[in-house]
């Protein structure tokens, strides 16, 4: 497989992509090697992602050192074997890495190695409690429990960072003598347990479980930390996850983040700290050598200025001594992002009855950092700093032998976050939320950052190289396929690729393009940014204020309804695009943590869109389920994800806890204690099975899978039928109970299930499935009468609502059952709901100046993510199936909308 450097990225660090594979090519025991584009091979880890059904590999993960390859990359299977019937691989959790290196690789320290055996490589020591890990150049040493991630960490022999801890701080507020106040409380760490997740050759990734809790013994906030090490790395990478598992109304999170101490040495005016701010970087010295009696001659201190050692003599020093004696020296630093548009930078001195300096005020910084000393220095580094604020760091007691920073993924310098609801109720029919009780609740929801640190022996790093870190930690290297590798293996199912060979397809192409764009633009001009909120959309706009309806209940936070997930994941697969890729991936990592719950009565569900993210009183699976997520977990191996997935498996006890139809049925008259719809309750089921199955080749989920399929296949009308139907959580079983859609039949399938079905169709093998799938968008489309003739009535009064969401179902039906009429309707329908009386102006923008806050507003007045996302999905996979069916013209679109426009759905 070859792949390509997304976005032209720097290539530094430890990078891990994913590469796929077709059926029967490679199998578990199969090696890797790796090319970089001069043909030169290059050391390699790798591990397995996916099974195809025969056992066969469909998914590698592979890590590299990104500063070895080049912007072109080649992976290759190193021996190929067939698989034999009762040869099929099962894979279990833990299935240890492998590490490829051709006869003249290079291993990760620049060296050439003739053999494995002599390539220099991680090793991990474990004994009495305690870990020493060897990464060549570095060295880390910890103890498996207590309050630290790490003792120390050296490289080259030096000590650069020591006693690495989880930082919490709790608010509460209360009243004192009738007046509110707020108490802050600091929690210590407490790690349970250190998991070598990952033990390679070349990456070790260490999973820390823990909590914090307070001296009384109180736990709150449980957390998951991964540490990256790579050998001969300079380069720490910590994902940091923690659950909130507080009480709303008394635990505000006032603090979140990782410190660390680190050794500091030498003279005072050698002591450095830097910030990126919104252009270039700010620069300090504990003691700036300006003064007005006696004066510094001017050069000493613009050579400190320019971070240059000073190594003073004769009277040069003895003036600096005697100035030093009697000025200030900053011993604190702070830098607070502190909302989308304003950050500071502050200093104090050592004592606690003294108040901070502003140092700088500003709009947006990247968040790479320093600080140093003649000894060495750390660099520090948040990926999306002013996205996810309120972000920031501490750099304290500077002036003496051991400083200490803080990374906040929080910073206590912002308000706290309140978890409480805007309201005590719901507003079901004004305001589109689900029922008219209260159902929020932010027990369980997560939430994670990314952060790096860095180390140099300089003094300071240089500003271009505290910026090319911030850099590489923000947009780190990946590197993927090209769009006709994927869509000729399939992956993640059927979609097309652009085309632009006729007018009506240049203009859908545009409409896509148009969509994608919208939305890239949109976050910026709305400011939809924090930490609990970065990668979501908002659901519904609302015309008449020019802003979208945050305060309107269910039209406010989108939460992946009609999975715009998919819509943004299949338009990267086609197009490439490194815009999409980043929108895709900032939405696959907010709604996987913040919309779901990891923990509680609700795990492995999430909340349905709401004013806040956990605030509908509908808490269902296909907010949830792992068809959102799967492009970027196999694009690139990230491991947070693999928790998630393991959440998901068995969510179908929860129903026990939440049946989704729980307020339309009598609890005494059911058989089952459950209920599901065949979509999206039973389809988001399916895609977390079907994850499970494919990760581990474990057919105990294919067979759950198997056995709501069947159960389908005895509905009078096997797909078409219900889609209510109860369900037992304990046998995964459906049963029939007549013809009914609570909620609207469009639900069925405007949520991830046509996706999900077609790909589960093709690793089944089913082709009784296959045909009900066809004949579900067939039946979609006929007139009334035929429904009710076909049906024999039972489908009543049931509304075959929103075509133009079933737009995939159709075209597959056309394509199966090669039906030119099916495919014509189904085209009709999808196009009718972007063109009408012949306008053809899609998703173009207007622009009006001194409105929604801006200079020039680009607003799309009509615009909502519900419509936006299911038709662009549905033209990415109708295109791949009738393509040849699509009108050539705008003109000829318009003659075939009309018939809508004349007779009307229900007829036509």
Not at 55 to 84: F, Q, R, Y
Not at 519 to 541: A, K, S, V
Not at 719 to 740: N, Q, W
Request: some cysteine; charged content about 30%.
């Amino acid at each position: 497989m070859i792949l390509h450097n997304l976005g032209n990225r720097k290539k530094a660090g430890y990078t891990t992509w994913g590469c796929m594979w077709e059926m029967g090519k490679c199998v578990k025991e199969t090696d890797y090697i790796l090319k970089n584009k001069e043909g030169e091979e290059v050391s390699m880890q790798t591990r397995i992602t996916a099974y195809w059904p025969d056992g066969s590999v469909k998914w590698t993960a592979h890590t590299a050192d990104a500063a070895l390859l080049g912007d072109e990359i080649e992976v290759l299977p190193k021996n190929e074997t067939e698989i034999l019937p009762g040869n099929e691989t099962k894979v279990h959790p833990g299935d240890e890495t492998k590490v490829s290196a051709g006869k003249e690789a290079k291993d990760l320290s620049g060296k050439c190695g003739k053999s494995t055996e002599n390539r220099e490589k991680i090793t991990v020591q474990r004994k009495g409690g305690r870990l020493k890990i060897h990464a060549g150049s570095m060295e880390i040493e910890m103890s498996e429990e207590g309050t630290r991630l790490f003792d120390s960490v050296s490289f080259h022999g030096k000590v650069y960072l020591t006693e690495a801890k989880p930082v919490l701080l709790l608010e509460e507020p209360a009243l004192w003598e009738g007046n509110p106040v707020r108490i802050e409380k600091s929690y210590r760490p407490r790690i349970k347990s250190v998991s070598i997740e990952e033990e390679g050759e070349l990456q070790v990734i260490l999973k820390y479980t823990g909590h914090h809790e307070l001296e009384n013994g109180e736990q709150k906030i449980p957390f998951l930390i991964r540490m990256k090490i790579g050998l001969n790395s300079p380069r720490l990478d910590f994902v940091h996850t923690f659950l909130y598992d507080g009480d709303e109304d008394r635990d505000f999170l006032k603090g979140l983040g990782i410190s660390f101490r680190s050794p500091i040495k030498g003279k005072i005016y050698n002591r450095h700290v830097k910030f990126m701010g919104d252009h270039g970087v700010f620069h300090e010295s504990l003691a700036q050598l300006l003064s007005w009696n006696p004066r510094v001659p001017g050069e000493i201190y613009a050579s400190q200025i320019q971070g240059e050692v000073l190594n003073l003599e004769g009277k040069d020093k003895e003036i600096v001594d005697t100035v030093l004696e009697a000025m200030p020296f900053w011993s604190e630093y702070d830098l607070c992002q502190d909302s989308v548009g304003h950050f500071s930078i502050r200093k104090k001195m050592k004592e606690e009855n003294c108040c901070y300096l502003d140092c700088l005020h500003g709009n947006r910084t990247e968040g790479g950092a320093a600080f140093g000393s003649e000894y060495g220095s750390v660099m520090f580094s948040i990926r999306d700093f002013w996205e996810k604020y309120p972000s920031g760091y501490t750099f304290r007691n500077l002036e003496g032998d051991s400083g200490e920073a803080v990374m906040w993924l929080w910073s206590p310098k912002a308000e706290a976050m309140d978890f409480r609801h805007y309201a005590n109720r719901g507003y079901n029919q004004v305001y589109y939320e689900g029922y008219d009780y209260k159902g929020a609740t932010p027990y369980g929801i997560a939430c994670t950052s990314e952060c790096s640190v860095r180390f140099s022996d300089k003094m300071i790093p240089g500003d271009e190289e505290i910026e090319e870190f911030a850099e590489a930690v923000k947009r780190p290297v990946r590197y993927v396929g090209t769009p006709e590798y994927y869509h000729e293996r399939k992956a993640f199912g059927y979609w097309s690729m652009p085309a632009r060979s006729s007018q009506m397809e240049n203009w859908l192409e545009e409409q896509l393009d148009r969509a994608a764009e919208f939305y890239i633009m949109e976050i910026g001009q709305r400011n939809w940014y924090g930490m609990f909120n970065y990668g979501d959309f908002m659901h519904t706009y609302d015309k008449e204020r020019r802003q979208w309806r945050y305060d309107m209940g269910g039209y406010a936070w989108d939460n992946t309804e009609l999975v715009p997930t998919l819509w943004l994941w299949y338009a990267f697969m086609r197009t490439g695009r490194e815009d999409i890729f980043i929108l895709a991936e900032k939405l696959s990592r907010h709604a996987s943590e913040v919309d779901v719950y990891h923990m509680g009565k609700y795990k492995g569900l999430g909340s349905r869109h709401n004013v806040r993210h956990w605030g509908c009183p509908c808490k269902e699976a296909r907010i949830a389920m792992a068809a959102h997520h799967r492009f970027y977990y196999y694009l690139t191996g990230d491991r947070r994800l693999e928790d998630i997935f393991e959440e998901q498996k068995d969510n179908e006890m929860t129903f026990l806890n939440k049946d989704p139809l729980g307020d339309f049925y009598e609890k005494e008259k059911m058989v089952y204690p459950s209920h599901a719809r065949s979509g999206p309750d039973w389809s988001s089921l399916c895609a977390n099975w079907m994850t499970r199955w494919e990760r581990f080749n474990d057919k105990k989920y294919r067979d759950k899978i198997i056995t709501g399929i069947e159960d389908i296949k005895k509905a009078p009308l096997k797909l078409i039928s219900g889609p209510d139907f109860e369900f037992d959580p304990a046998t995964v079983h459906l049963r029939y109970i007549g013809e009914k859609a609570s909620g609207g039949t469009h639900l069925q399938i405007c949520m991830g299930a046509p996706q999900v079905w077609m790909e589960l169709a093709d690793l089944l093998g089913d082709e009784e499935w296959k045909k009900m799938l066809a004949d579900y968008g067939r039946f979609y489309y006929l007139p009334e009468e035929q429904q009710l003739e076909e049906s024999g009535g039972i489908t009543g009064e049931r509304e075959f609502s929103l075509p133009f969401m079933a737009a995939a179902m159709g075209a597959y039906g056309a394509r199966y059952l090669k039906d030119k009429k099916l495919a014509e309707r189904t085209w009709r329908h999808l196009l009718h709901a972007l063109i009408s009386e012949g306008n053809h102006e899609g998703f173009k923008t207007d622009r009006i100046p001194n409105k929604g806050n801006q200079k020039e507003l680009v607003e799309i007045p009509w615009i909502s993510t519900n419509f936006t996302a299911q038709w662009c999905l549905n033209v990415i996979v109708v295109l791949e199936f009738i393509r040849e069916y699509l009108p050539q013209t705008l003109e000829e679109a318009d003659k075939l909308v009309k018939v809508l426009e004349k007779d009307g759905f229900r007829k036509a």
